[in-house]
Nanobody, 121 residues
Framework: QVLVVESGGGLVQPGGSLRLSCVVS????????RAWYRQAPGKQRELVAY???????EYDDSVKGRFTISRDNAEDTVYLQMNSLKPVDTAVYFC???????????????WGQGTQVTVSS
């Protein structure tokens, strides 16, 4: 079953902005936390940011101050506003659901197709 659908990726120049969206299935408990990950070519998937049901937010140091994660519970959509994009941000971006436990994010869902973000001049 498809639990999340990512969109909003594209090609942007360094310094540009993109806003990613993740529509979460209505079958997913609203109390579960939400997160954005990314996977660059030849690298492992890494956590970019998460937002808990209680509103707690954390970012990877590499994106702190540039990216903003938010969620609209009414629409069950998670957003990632990405500003001041750098070539190193180039990756496939995924969202997922789960819970923050033991200092990390425990993923509950399967991985979708993601959305490609390419930062290049």
């Amino acid at each position: 079953q498809v639990l999340v659908v990512e969109s909003g990726g594209g090609l942007v120049q360094p310094g540009g902005s993109l806003r990613l969206s993740c529509v979460v299935s209505r079958s997913i408990d609203i109390r579960w936390d939400r997160a954005w990950y990314r996977q660059a070519p030849g690298k492992q998937r890494e956590l970019v940011a998460y937002i808990t049901s209680g509103g707690s937010i954390e970012y990877d140091d590499s994106v702190k101050g540039r990216f903003t994660i938010s969620r609209d519970n009414a629409e069950d959509t998670v957003y990632l506003q990405m500003n001041s994009l750098k070539p190193v941000d180039t990756a496939v971006y995924f969202c997922n659901v789960g819970k923050v436990v033991g200092g990390t994010f425990a993923v509950f869902g399967s991985w979708g197709q993601g959305t490609q973000v390419t930062v290049s001049s």
